[in-house]
């Protein structure tokens, strides 16, 4: 073999050496994007399309899309143009964790200019939060009830081809002082949670890990303790079995303009945060339902938390009957049929997820 022919080959194995970590390079930079955001637990996918929301076992996903010119638009003067004057009910409390069983928060009226002042101004060490209602108390929130629906030009708006594949089942502004955090909790429709202003974390949990979370009716006793990271410790004794749940949490931080997809039934706390020298973190959320399981849901759901209708009968049952039937037997044979009855639930449960 000639020395040129040799030579060559070095030089065509080098190239190819060089090539493969370039490639190597540009693949982890691409995963790196994939996963962009994603803080803690599993990584967060990042999709640009909607193709995948009615998939039966989609994970929350960060969508790159237009939510429109609210992101430039909404400035403190331009939300007191159309709700200043408003009379609005306000969360306020003294602790940024609000927890919705122990309600360590009070409910007041404010009028909407003075809670944006006490928003940005120093405020006393006060949290604040408004969740937009309808003002008729049957019907769920929208952009219009409050009147920031019309505004085509500096509105908000979702991609039609995100919204046709589901019926809208309401649009809801919300607006928070920093740091407060929103209690864990679940919803029973699909949500796009959009970020207008500030910036927000999101912590969420897949829906096997609902036993593990404290919940009763849709929210957790935990509050929203787990934002308070100094505190993990103690909440790790108080509700020992969420340390798992944690450790396999989904994590994001939304930014002006992204729109996160939370599928019904993912456990989810947010944390408000500012961005620079504004102090309101701002989003607005539209809550959606499949039409194939619409028939399920309640009419009546103001809040997008009341339970399925099957759901409802079952819960019910389970309250009315089984329970004050197994609290009959003595304390062996309960503790026995309470054990039974949970490992045939539990079977369910893994061929429910399995199959879903
Ligand atoms: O961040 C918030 O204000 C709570 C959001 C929320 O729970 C939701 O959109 O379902
Ligand atoms: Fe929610």
Redesign the pocket.
Same mark, same amino acid.
């Given at each position: 073999m000639s020395v040129m022919a040799t030579s060559s080959r070095k030089t065509a194995l080098v190239g190819l050496l060089s090539l493969t970590s370039v490639a190597a390079l540009l693949i982890r930079r691409v995963l790196r994007a994939w996963r962009a955001r994603g803080l803690g637990g599993t990584p967060f996918q990042v999709v640009q399309s909607g193709s995948r929301l009615l998939d039966p076992q989609v994970s929350p996903l960060l969508l790159k899309v237009s939510i429109g010119h609210c992101v430039r638009s909404w400035s403190d003067d331009y939300l007191r143009r159309y709700l200043g004057g408003h009379k609005i009910q306000v969360h306020v409390s003294d602790t940024p964790f609000l927890n919705f069983a122990s309600k360590n928060f009070a409910y007041e009226v404010a009028d909407f200019d003075s809670f944006l002042s006490r928003l940005q101004g120093e405020n006393g060490n006060k949290f604040l939060?408004y969740?937009s209602q309808h003002s008729k108390r049957n019907k769920a929130a929208t952009l219009e009830a409050i009147g920031l629906g019309g505004d085509v030009d500096h509105g908000f708006s979702l991609p039609d081809e995100l919204l046709l594949p589901f019926e809208t089942h309401s649009t809801?502004l919300?607006i928070?002082s920093t740091g407060l955090s929103?209690w864990l &909790?679940y919803?029973v429709c699909d949500?796009f949670?959009c970020c207008i202003r500030g910036r927000?974390r999101?912590i969420l949990f897949h829906p096997d890990d609902i036993g593990l979370l404290y919940i009763s009716g849709s929210s957790s006793a935990m509050g929203s303790r787990l934002f308070a990271e100094a505190d993990l410790p103690q909440l790790w004794k108080e509700f020992p079995l969420a340390k798992a749940a944690w450790k396999r949490r989904h994590e994001i931080e939304l930014h002006a303009g992204d729109v996160l997809f939370?599928p019904a039934f993912w456990a &989810?706390?947010?944390q408000?945060l500012p961005h620079e020298s504004d102090k309101a973190?701002i989003?607005v959320?539209t809550?959606v339902l499949r039409r194939d399981t619409m028939s399920l849901h309640d009419p009546k759901d103001v809040w997008?938390n009341r339970e399925l209708l099957p759901a409802q009968d079952a819960v019910k049952a389970f309250e009315e009957k089984i329970l004050p039937s197994l609290a009959k037997l003595p304390a062996t044979a309960r503790s026995f049929y309470c054990r039974k009855i949970a490992a045939q639930l539990q079977l369910e449960a893994e061929a429910a997820s399995a199959s879903g």
């Open positions: 939060y969740r809801v919300r928070a929103m &909790h919803d949500n949670l927000k999101v939370l &989810h706390c947010t408000a973190s989003s959320n809550f997008a």
